[in-house]
Nanobody
Framework: HVHLVESGGGSVQSGGSLRLSCVAT????????LAWFRQAPGEERAGVAH???????KYIDSVKGRFTISYDSAKNTLYLEMTSLKPEDTAMYYC????????????????????WGQGTQVTVSS
């Protein structure tokens, strides 16, 4: 079993920055996929950024150039550096992990992830 705990959310003004962290404990895998998802009120949970054991990353178009996903394997910690934040980035952010490689079309599909954190709220005001 894997336990994920997010932190780093908060309230910022438009154009501000935040760094989310997600610490993973428990079972480790040689191959894995990690991702950040977000869910705004009344909307479905949607993928934001993905990284795997090979360091391959993927982002949704709306955050490219503004968000950066990274993973520190020594600390078992996933990060999401968010800059130039916009009001439409407001949501609960979740980290997720699965213990194998995800192919094309699956990297940002929430149904393909096994383990989830409890979420951290990000609020961006205009």
């Amino acid at each position: 079993h894997v336990h994920l705990v997010e932190s780093g959310g908060g309230s910022v003004q438009s154009g501000g920055s935040l760094r989310l962290s997600c610490v993973a404990t428990g079972r480790t895998y040689n191959s894995y996929s990690l991702a950040w998802f977000r869910q705004a009120p009344g909307e479905e949970r949607a993928g934001v950024a993905h990284i795997d054991h090979a360091g391959t990353t993927k982002y949704i178009d709306s955050v490219k150039g503004r968000f950066t996903i990274s993973y520190d394997s020594a600390k078992n910690t996933l990060y999401l550096e968010m800059t130039s934040l916009k009001p439409e980035d407001t949501a609960m952010y979740y980290c997720a992990k699965v213990g194998y490689y995800l192919g094309v079309g699956r990297k940002l599909n929430p149904k393909d992830y096994t383990y989830w954190g409890q979420g951290t709220q990000v609020t961006v005001s205009s």
